[in-house]
């Protein structure tokens, strides 16, 4: 089993940046797949971006694509989201989701989640 815990969430200015980080505990943490997600208020949850066991591949939501980068670190059991040129648009709860095999851009996928942090872009 995997408990995730994310971090990093704040106010930002548009343009601005953010990282976020997703702790897992757990032995297995290189064996999944790992992916972020983001509801908005009064929005279904979406999908942002997610991440192979290595490292190696990588898929994005085209909203977010060239701006953000989600990359892993298996030593530390963390995966994060670096946020760049940041929108008004882009705030929402972000959370991190583990899934056994395949992930893809489907929640049902991923049997893991956090708890979420939250992010607000200012205009």
């Known amino acids: 089993q995997v408990q995730l815990v994310e971090s990093g969430g704040g106010l930002v200015q548009a343009g601005g940046s953010l990282r976020l980080s997703c702790a897992a505990s757990?032995?297995?943490?290189?064996?999944?797949?790992m992916g972020w997600f983001r509801q908005a208020p009064g929005k279904e949850r979406e999908f942002v971006a997610a991440i192979s066991w290595t490292g190696s591949s990588t898929v994005y939501a085209d909203s977010v694509k060239g701006r953000f980068t989600i990359s892993r670190d298996n030593a530390k059991n963390t995966v994060y989201l670096q946020m760049d040129s940041l929108k008004p648009e882009d705030t929402a709860v972000y959370s991190c989701?583990?899934?056994?095999?395949?992930?893809?851009?489907?929640?049902?996928?991923?049997?893991?989640w956090g708890q979420g942090t939250r992010v607000t872009v200012s205009s």
């Open positions: 757990g032995s297995t943490f290189s064996s999944y797949v």
């Open positions: 989701a583990a899934a056994p095999r395949s992930g893809g851009v489907r929640p049902t996928a991923y049997d893991y």
